[in-house]
């Protein structure tokens, strides 16, 4: 493969096949400001005078555009060659992601639509194609400030301010071609929570086929821990098969397995996927969250996942790596992953590290009170549970964020109790919180506030001492009994004078410390009351890092550090500490 792509590495590590084709790259672009491409049949002009490397956002540095207005309406192309041998088998055209609805054309004709920014997406292509050079038009639309649909924490004002961002449109992650057989298994879905070894896979089939078989090859660290053929049944088929030795992924234990699946049609293998997964346990025991029976105090830290060149995506592999190691050598086990929906080689590297995340969608950007809110979040939710599934460092869902002082709205209660339960239903295996933040309804598994008082004393007065949380008037539905998660807390502002042009550009919550040894002080003070208290199971620090004018990271935006190894090691003391909830 040409390392001069950007971003080469196979973006789907859970579901690999050998036979795949990297489109990233230079592409056609053309921006679209009238929105009036389609009735002007853009998707049939014989090229586009822009140029754009895929899969960096228009409005990046590193898709060499770098336009940041809004742009409703945006125009990728390019030609792509197809041997003649691959058409007697099935074309898959991937995309990781792509903000918000797109369409993909075929050498002028529509080939697939999809709605939603942060969600995998696949378009059988091989009736469109034929043999040679074919043209590939790719349209995407981005309304966001319409409040239908989703956007997270892009700016929907021209200018990114406060905790909202640069904006990202159209494509932004990698876009891939997959070729299969006529045959072929669409997707693994593997339940891996039995602490004893047994492991259940649901097997997706693009059709029925009789004389057919599924192999299971399973190995851990090279060596063989199962083998075995299963008849195929159906389209979906079912199957159980124990491992051994059993070896438990855990915090900062990542045992996996491999396993490959072999789909094989009268004896000839027709298809073949690799992937891996982890085997643990997650529970709910009063106000404990155990994994594999253990009670595991979650040291989070909030990730926005925003990078200075890339916006929503990272330059290259090793930054999605790099910033997991961050966290982890300042004492966190894991991470929140707020208002987005990351990529896969992110959760790949969690994985690989032993490092849990929450799951979380970009929720903010449309009104919660309208009852299209479940028509929009539905489904591009229910997608991107289905496509990070089987990753062991997923520790819970939470499809919303900050819905605030809404108690008493009965659409708000509906839309968000369905969510849960739509949630629960899709995967009974981990817990769910219904919304973050202080607003709750009556169905969640973890009550979790957020809460940005920067005084330590009043912090543990508050969750230690005699006020306790019980009295605090945000509180609804919190039943004293469940686990109580400080999803949010911190965000202490620091900057230098070249992290910003100038001090008034900056901000963060509460007042900024005078000195490194007073910020030291606080976050020390903060994290301490948390670990102390008998009730809280664990806290999410605000944030990883600077983004842009929102300067409360631990590390500044380009990931350099901002303060020194022996102040970094005196926040990582105190994070570490063993908390009171704590086996």
């Not at 939470?398 to 629960?424: R, V």
């Not at 809460?451 to 009043?458: G, I, K, L, M, T």
């Not at 208290?533 to 664990?538: A, C, F, I, L, Q």
Request: charged share 25%; hydrophobic share 35%; net charge negative.
């Amino acid at each position: 493969m040409n390392r001069q792509i950007p971003r080469p590495e196979h973006p789907r590590p859970a579901f690999m096949r050998d036979s795949w084709l990297n489109l990233n790259g230079e592409w056609e672009f053309f921006n679209d400001l009238s929105a009036s491409g389609v009735d002007r049949r853009l998707y049939e002009a014989d090229r586009f005078d822009g140029k754009i490397t895929v899969p960096f956002c228009p409005e990046s540095k590193l898709s060499g555009v770098g336009f940041t207005d809004f742009m409703p309406s945006v125009w990728y192309a390019r030609n792509i060659d197809v041997d003649e041998k691959v058409l007697k088998g099935r074309v898959l055209l991937h995309f990781g992601a792509c903000d918000y609805i797109t369409t993909v054309y075929v050498n002028g004709v529509a080939a697939g639509s999809h709605t939603g920014g942060y969600t995998s997406f696949v378009f059988d292509i091989t009736d469109r194609l034929k043999a040679g050079s074919n043209r590939l038009v790719v349209h995407a639309s981005d309304e966001l400030r319409s409040s239908r649909q989703p956007c997270g924490k892009q700016s929907r004002l021209y200018y990114s301010h406060n905790c909202d961002y640069t904006r990202t449109t159209g494509i932004w992650q990698t876009v891939w071609l997959e070729f299969v057989s006529a045959n072929y298994i669409e997707k693994v879905r593997i339940n891996a929570n039995d602490t004893a070894g047994k492991v259940r896979v649901e097997a997706y089939l693009n059709a029925y086929l009789k004389d057919a078989v599924l192999r299971a090859e399973v190995t851990y660290r090279g060596a063989k821990a199962f083998e075995g053929e299963f008849p195929v049944q159906g389209v979906r088929n079912d199957i159980c098969f124990a491992v051994s030795p059993v070896m438990l992924w855990n915090v900062g234990e990542p045992n996996l397995y491999d396993v490959k699946f072999t789909l094989l049609v009268k004896g000839a293998p027709v298809d073949s996927v690799n992937s891996y997964f982890g085997i643990r346990r997650i529970d709910i025991d009063g106000k404990k969250v155990r994994i594999n029976g253990k009670s595991v105090f979650q040291r989070l830290v909030l990730d926005q996942g925003f990078y200075p060149d890339g916006i929503y995506t990272a330059p290259d592999d090793a930054a999605l790596k790099r910033d997991i190691e961050l966290s982890m050598a300042l004492g966190f086990n894991g991470a929140r992953l707020h208002q987005k929906v990351f990529e896969e080689r992110y959760l790949y590297h969690a994985d690989k590290l032993g490092y849990i995340v929450w799951g979380e969608f970009a929720s903010w950007g449309i009104d919660i009170f309208d009852p299209y809110t479940l028509h929009t979040m539905l489904p591009q939710w229910l997608e991107s549970m289905d496509r990070d599934y089987n990753r062991p460092c997923i520790i819970g869902w939470c499809p919303h964020n900050e819905t605030w002082d809404c108690a008493g709205k009965q659409q708000l209660d509906t839309n968000i109790s369905l969510l849960y339960q739509a949630t629960k239903a899709a995967d009974p295996t981990r817990p769910v919180i219904d919304t973050s933040g202080n607003y709750h309804t009556a169905d969640t598994d973890i009550y979790d506030v957020h809460d940005y008082v920067q005084e330590p004393d009043e912090f543990r007065k508050r969750y230690l001492g005699e006020e306790k949380f019980e009295k605090w008037p945000t509180r609804q539905h919190y039943d004293g009994k469940s686990p109580f998660f400080m999803s949010e807390y911190g965000g202490i502002k620091w900057q230098e004078s070249a992290s910003v042009e100038s001090k008034t550009q900056s901000w963060g919550y509460g007042n900024t410390p005078k000195s490194r040894d007073e910020y030291c002080s606080r976050f020390c003070g903060l994290a301490e009351a948390l670990l102390d208290s008998e009730t809280v199971m664990g806290l999410c620090y605000t944030q990883l890092t600077d983004v842009e004018q929102e300067q409360n990271g631990l590390y500044f935006y380009d990931r350099s550090p901002k303060f020194t190894d022996s102040e970094y090691a005196r926040l990582r003391a105190s994070l570490t500490k063993k908390a009171a909830i704590e086996d």
